[in-house]
Nanobody, 125 residues
Framework: QVHLVESGGGLVQAGGSLRLSCATS????????MGWVRQAPGKEREFAAM????????YYADSVKGRSTISRDNAKSTVYLQLNNLKPEDTGVYYC??????????????????WGQGIQVTVSS
């Protein structure tokens, strides 16, 4: 059974930083693309960032580009999202997602097969 477990969320002031982690089990991590999907209050889910299986292809949404870094450690079966210079509009639930198509040309139109339970990020102004 696949498990994706997010950690590292919380309350932070605007301008601050957070590092989200997603520990996985039950899948061959090194063959999966990974992504972070966020959902702001009252809005639809959007991909914040994704990374392909090797780390050689990375995507960022315009809303986080330049302020975020996605990375993966295949030895630890873990994916990370470093969020810097956080803004109140970054507030939302952040979901870790796994799917072989993430980080490919069709990644942004993919509905991932595997999801974490989500973690809250709240940025105060």
């Amino acid at each position: 059974q696949v498990h994706l477990v997010e950690s590292g969320g919380g309350l932070v002031q605007a301008g601050g930083s957070l590092r989200l982690s997603c520990a996985t089990s039950g899948l061959t991590f090194s063959t999966y693309g990974m992504g972070w999907v966020r959902q702001a209050p009252g809005k639809e889910r959007e991909f914040a960032a994704m990374i392909n299986w090797s780390g050689g292809s990375i995507y960022y949404a315009d809303s986080v580009k330049g302020r975020s870094t996605i990375s993966r450690d295949n030895a630890k079966s873990t994916v990370y999202l470093q969020l810097n210079n956080l803004k109140p509009e970054d507030t939302g639930v952040y979901y870790c997602a796994a799917d072989g198509r993430l980080g490919t040309i069709v990644g942004t139109t993919t509905t991932p097969r595997c999801w974490g339970q989500g973690i809250q990020v709240t940025v105060s102004s």
